[in-house]
């Protein structure tokens, strides 16, 4: 096998009280596709849970949206955005606009990020390497969306 | 930023013994390839569990099958067995064909929708949005297949 | 509906203390990109967690890599990686390459396959089906990476 694996030294362990804390984010972005920046939001909400040590679930409550983990960098957001565009791109003719609906592809571009993610909490922060960063990508927005952040673990 | 953000006031925090439930859920679909609507089933296993909040962790044990989140609407369903199908085509040229398996595509498929998904779970129901429904996706059916479903959290 | 779901009869269920355990594993593969299977490392930590019910969360802490789940077949494997490359290509005109970089591809087969996954753990051990393992996708490799792995559950 071509790599190298070793564990690192810094393995913690953790036991206490159990807690779970729930808080929903509210969004309402001014263009129909967007993708926003929240990895500040979701770090107010894992302090303000009190849990040290655990996991923080992240998920849009809506079916046209998703959560993803990647780079604070213009240019590639932007070609992230092509690139959905590309592989699941907006069409007239999906069966599901036979409903009246228009969103065929933001329901695929929901599918493609996958619609949740979970993010690793030690030491009351979130556990995340240098350029991890969480995005909320909205794809048929212009109206009130909800994502709810779930923080479960020991205080 | 073109969006608004908000913090709902819906917080909640529950602090008590935790629980981990689990039960297995068997599919034997009649077709290769099926969308099967698993929303009851898996809220009723969040029942049966008696955690009041915490997450719901849903997976296949295979891999040629996932779980997605979307909506319960024919029209879309069959938009993204398209989709699905264009991304990801069965080819009769794949590598993984030399073992003598035909499913080179089905495990793709799985790949693309992601194998498992977590729900948050809510004064002890799934706390999904109002059109959030959860899926079987079969990709390589006619045969019995096992989903894990796990809840853990507080009572 | 063209299916049969009946509920297998061994559920289970543990109310215990509450523990969560990580470990950071290194990577630094030969290859650029490079599939690496790591089911036995993700087993031994979960051996070492003492945890005995709950989940395994699994995640490299880069935006260029990925956690997956499926078969440990080398045609399948070549299989994968053929279709990351048609489905998310390298190619010189990202707009991420303005800031100097040349890996817009890895970020988007990150995206693909979803960064990161998480895992039942049932009896002290992953309760994987027969053939699913997991694997490390490395897509901007020949660098020291990491991997957080947290158990999260009762003892």
Excluded at 14 to 29: C, D, G, N, R
Excluded at 58 to 85: C, F, K, Q, R
Excluded at 97 to 121: I, M, Q, W, Y
Aim: glycine fraction near 8%; proline fraction near 3%; hydrophobic fraction near 35%.
């Amino acid at each position: 096998m071509g790599h190298k694996l070793r564990l690192a030294k810094s393995g913690s362990c953790l036991e206490a009280e159990m807690k779970s804390y729930t808080e929903y984010l509210v969004f309402e972005t001014k263009k129909r596709r967007e993708m926003v920046h929240i990895t500040d939001e979701v770090e107010q909400v894992v302090r303000r849970s009190g849990v040290k040590d655990g996991l923080c679930f992240v998920s849009p409550m809506h079916i046209t949206a998703a959560i993803y983990v990647n780079d604070l960098e213009s240019g590639l957001i932007e070609d992230i955005g092509e690139w959905l565009e590309k592989l699941a791109p907006a069409r007239p003719d999906y069966k599901h606009h036979r409903t009246g609906e228009s969103n065929g592809d933001a329901h695929l571009k929901s599918l493609l990020l996958h619609h949740e993610t979970t993010l690793p909490v030690t030491n009351g922060r979130l556990d995340l390497g240098t350029w991890q960063r969480v995005f909320y990508a909205e794809f048929d927005g212009q109206r009130r969306k909800r994502v709810i952040v779930k923080v479960l673990g020991v205080e």
